[in-house]
């Protein structure tokens, strides 16, 4: 067996596994991800068609502090979603808030020492603004930055992403019992100017203005499209070549090989997504990120069934390495919405006693979905090995919230020097035994976690 290599875990806040928060703003009642931005927008005016903003507001000072109890290790705040509602005070549209949110929300971090990210989306942007080069305005996918001398191609091409969206929301909603939902609201084409630039020259300055006014600790873009979308490669030289201190990913990056990014990330909405992930991307070498919605869903901001679902994905994706960013919805009061929130805080509670073995951890390298030499006599668990402190932390992620006694056996060929075997965080030593050429542990019921149990395996050094 490999030995973990203490000095490999200083590592800076982005480069290691931790918790992280996304405070959204997009989950508007009676609007859905993929919204009608003809209806939408209009319904953001007042009668004399000027820019009205009815929400949702931001509680900063709740929202940080909120960030703070359950011990966050950096945050995210949507400074721009996808309708394009600016959440500070830019000089590049009316489309803002009358109150500078990024602002409070960067001097609020700063006091309490979070790292602190703007979500900005950069792909696509509702702005009406952009309705004369917008290619559909009646879906959220619409590619306004996409080199093309084909508009009819750029047209297709946001509708059939729209319908992979569609269609994948639609499966895992039917997976959990949910009703279906119709996507799709009298989807037409039309037709549009074909001038890219007009959206990457407010893109690019806006970007500047977010990192010169609030000193951001990184830029968390949504979402990477590849050569597809100019966008995205127009930031990463951006910043390259300005800002190289200013901590960058983009979401949906965590499967491609991004020319200039520091972390990779991606999005893990329930276990068995999760567990998948974070067995793939274990010995990843840049450092990554999933997120997926503390609630239900991204606009569907309803506690889950299962409160202890939540517990489960995070601990996966940390004890392989990965930080987990959950994104929390707000009301259009400003107050986060109070049961994924409730939720939130237990985990919060949890975490914070554990938050060491997954912070200052380094995942085993090892491929596929089982550490050599151990075995676990129940199915319902999954097993996953790190390093802390040159000791060996075994995460038994209980996938059903099983509670029985089970069962550990460890080869003697991998783990025949082992000389003491304790039940993290509470450090309680468990009796094991040798039996030929295994060594045996049984983890008694009451000492079962319903989401992960953790040991720490001590070997002769």
């Not at 509702?126 to 996918?141: V, Y």
Request: include cysteine; charged fraction near 30%; charge should be negative.
């Amino acid at each position: 067996m490999q030995t973990g290599n203490k000095s490999e875990n200083i590592k800076k806040w982005w480069e290691r596994p931790g918790l992280g928060i996304m405070y959204q703003i997009e989950a508007r009642p009676g609007w859905i991800w993929n919204r009608n931005y003809d209806k939408f927008n209009a319904s953001m005016r007042d009668e004399n068609g000027n820019f009205r903003f009815n929400g949702p507001f931001c509680k900063m000072k709740k929202w940080v502090e909120f960030s703070k109890k359950i011990s966050v290790d950096y945050h995210v705040f949507e400074a721009k979603w996808h309708d394009g509602i600016c959440y500070w005070d830019t000089k590049f549209t009316d489309w803002k808030t009358p109150e500078d949110y990024c602002k409070i929300y960067a001097e609020e971090s700063k006091k309490v020492g979070i790292p602190f990210m703007f979500y900005y989306s950069s792909i696509f942007d509702h702005n009406p603004h952009f309705d004369d080069i917008q290619p559909l305005r009646c879906i959220t996918p619409s590619y306004i930055a996409m080199h093309s001398d084909n508009k009819e191609k750029i047209t297709k091409f946001s509708m059939s992403i729209a319908k992979t969206i569609e269609n994948m929301v639609k499966t895992n909603r039917s997976e959990r019992g949910e009703y279906n939902i119709e996507f799709f609201d009298d989807v037409r084409f039309h037709d549009f100017i074909y001038n890219p630039k007009k959206y990457e020259v407010y893109l690019i300055n806006q970007i500047k203005e977010l990192i010169d006014n609030y000193n951001p600790n990184g830029m968390w873009m949504d979402w990477y499209s590849g050569e597809q979308e100019a966008s995205t490669f127009i930031v990463m030289d951006f910043l390259e070549k300005n800002y190289p201190g200013v901590i960058l990913t983009y979401n949906v990056s965590i499967e491609r090989n991004p020319r200039y990014i520091h972390f990779l990330s991606g999005e893990a909405h329930d276990v068995k997504t999760a567990w998948k992930a974070g067995n793939k991307h274990r010995s990843k070498e840049k450092p990554w990120e999933l997120c997926g919605p503390a609630a239900y869903g991204w606009d569907v901001p309803l506690v889950r069934s299962d409160p202890i679902e939540i517990f489960r994905i995070a601990a996966i994706i940390m004890a392989s390495g990965g930080k987990f960013c959950f994104g929390l919805p707000s009301q259009m009061d400003g107050e986060i919405y109070p049961e994924p929130a409730k939720n939130l805080e237990k985990f919060g509670e949890w975490y914070i006693l554990r938050k060491t073995l997954f912070t200052e951890a380094v995942p085993m390298d090892y491929i596929g979905k089982k550490i050599p030499g151990i075995e676990i006599n129940d199915d319902k668990f999954g097993v996953i090995g790190a390093f802390h402190e040159n000791d060996h932390l075994i995460h038994l992620i209980n996938f059903n919230g099983t509670k029985k006694e089970i069962k550990l056996s460890f080869t003697s060929q991998h783990w025949g020097s082992i000389v003491k075997i304790l039940l993290e965080p509470d450090k309680k030593e468990l009796e094991y035994s040798s039996q030929d050429t295994e060594i045996i542990v049984n983890i008694h019921e009451e000492d079962l976690d319903l989401a992960d149990t953790i040991l720490r395996v001590i070997k002769k050094k």
